[in-house]
């Protein structure tokens, strides 16, 4: 069974960082992609970052510069570095990955590739 246990969230002013964190469990962690999602009120689920299993990025256009998305093997573990984090950052964060190792597809972008889902944590950012 995958576990994805998402943690580091909180509230912060604007112009702060934050670190999330996704631990995995439940089989083998370097072989998949993961993925940032997050959700904020009344607004539909989007995607924030990915990581390939060869370690390759990629992030939403409006993200780029500010958010870097890592993963450490021996850890089991994503992060999701925030920095210069906005108000309009504020939303729950999830993790997620797939059931296909090595997969190489284009759509890291869209939530349908995703099998596995975290419980979220919630990032504020106040002004």
């Known amino acids: 069974q995958v576990q994805l246990v998402e943690s580091g969230g909180g509230l912060v002013q604007a112009g702060g960082s934050l670190r999330l964190s996704c631990a995995a469990s439940g089989r083998t962690f370097s072989t998949y992609c993961m993925g940032w999602f997050r959700q904020a009120p009344g607004k539909e689920r989007e995607f924030v970052a990915a990581i390939t299993w060869s370690s390759s990025t990629y992030y939403a256009d409006s993200l780029k510069g500010r958010f870097t998305i890592s993963r450490d093997n021996a850890k089991n573990t994503v992060y999701l570095q925030m920095n210069s984090l906005k108000p309009e950052d504020t939303a729950v964060y999830y993790c997620?990955?797939?059931?296909?190792?090595?997969?190489?597809?284009?759509?890291?972008?869209?939530?349908?590739?995703?099998?596995?889902w975290g419980q979220g944590t919630q990032v504020t950012v106040s002004s």
């Open positions: 997620a990955t797939n059931s296909r190792p090595y997969y190489s597809g284009i759509s890291y972008y869209s939530d349908q590739i995703y099998d596995y």
